[in-house]
């Protein structure tokens, strides 16, 4: 399974912080659009068929209406967007609005469409080819989606924005094939009160919730603060774990 993270930042390759979430899985699924948007060269937006959203807060979010310009064609051929209920009311209440961006959703159903959206629900596997698709409700400030994604020899998950949960690990530990995980850590430990108020992980709440898979497997981190990532990385390496790993947006990372 082919895995690419998607740099956020001009000059990446000497910056290489997450200020957006976007994932390509096997080059035709997206989870999260963040960042999927200003991809370059086009046409590896216009390969994704499928764009899955964990939640509405605007860095899973941002660039989506862009991707929807940008591969829009006039005919019956669409992107499909997945999100759960919360998310597809934010979507057309506050970014299709006419105000924020035109609402594609009206003017898809005047002419050809620009997109269609699909409700979707935690714990209701979605078939894509080879692809099986997991979402799994998370513990964020907004209903929120972490996703299992599998083929016939991998599986991975993808935990986003989330205070300490069960139910992702309780699934994940079902996956004899399961080879990695990515997995937020946003605040220092100092900043463990803002952390909880804003729903998100420290270093040592992470490692908390990575024992909860209770074997060792590659555990890459996502959507570390750029304003503390000197101090993130630190805590980070302190906590020992042989088979830790930062996230890289110029890595294409394979299961």
């Known amino acids: 399974m082919k895995i690419e993270l998607i740099g ?14 976007t994932y390509i899985v096997e080059g035709r699924v997206a989870i999260d659009a963040g960042c999927l948007g ?29 991707f929807i310009e940008n591969v829009y064609e006039f005919g019956p051929r669409c992107p499909t967007i ?30 050809s469409p620009f997109l269609q959206l699909v ?9 894509f080819g080879n692809l099986t698709i997991t979402p799994v409700a998370l513990d964020h400030i907004v209903p929120t ?22 139910r992702i690990w309780e699934f ?3 996956k004899p094939h399961l080879k990695a995980m990515f997995l ?17 992980l420290t270093p040592a709440t992470f490692k908390a ?22 101090k993130m990385l630190a805590e980070l390496a302190e906590l020992n774990l042989p088979m830790l790993e930062i996230a890289d947006p110029q890595k294409a990372y394979q299961f």
């Open 145 to 166: 989606l972490g996703f299992l994604v599998e083929d016939e020899r991998s599986a991975v998950a993808f935990v986003s924005d989330t205070l300490p949960t069960t």
């Open 8 to 21: 956020s930042a001009v000059g990446a390759a000497l910056h290489p912080q997450q200020f957006a979430s």
């Open 82 to 111: 997945y999100a759960n209920r919360s998310t597809l009311n934010c979507l057309s209440r506050d970014i299709f609005n006419d105000r924020v961006w035109p609402d594609m959703i009206r003017l898809g159903d005047e002419e």
């Open 184 to 200: 937020e850590a946003s605040f220092p430990n100092d900043m463990a009160w803002l952390a909880e108020k804003s729903a998100h």
């Open 172 to 174: 994940a530990r079902t």
């Open 209 to 230: 919730e990575y024992q909860k898979l209770g074997r060792e497997l590659p555990v890459i981190v996502v959507h570390v603060k750029a304003a503390f990532r000197e």
């Open 119 to 127: 409700e979707i629900a935690s714990e209701q596997p979605l078939q």
């Open 38 to 66: 200003i991809v370059w060269p086009l046409d590896i937006q216009r390969r994704v068929e499928h764009v899955f959203l964990s939640h509405s807060h605007i860095d899973h979010i941002a660039t989506l209406p862009l």
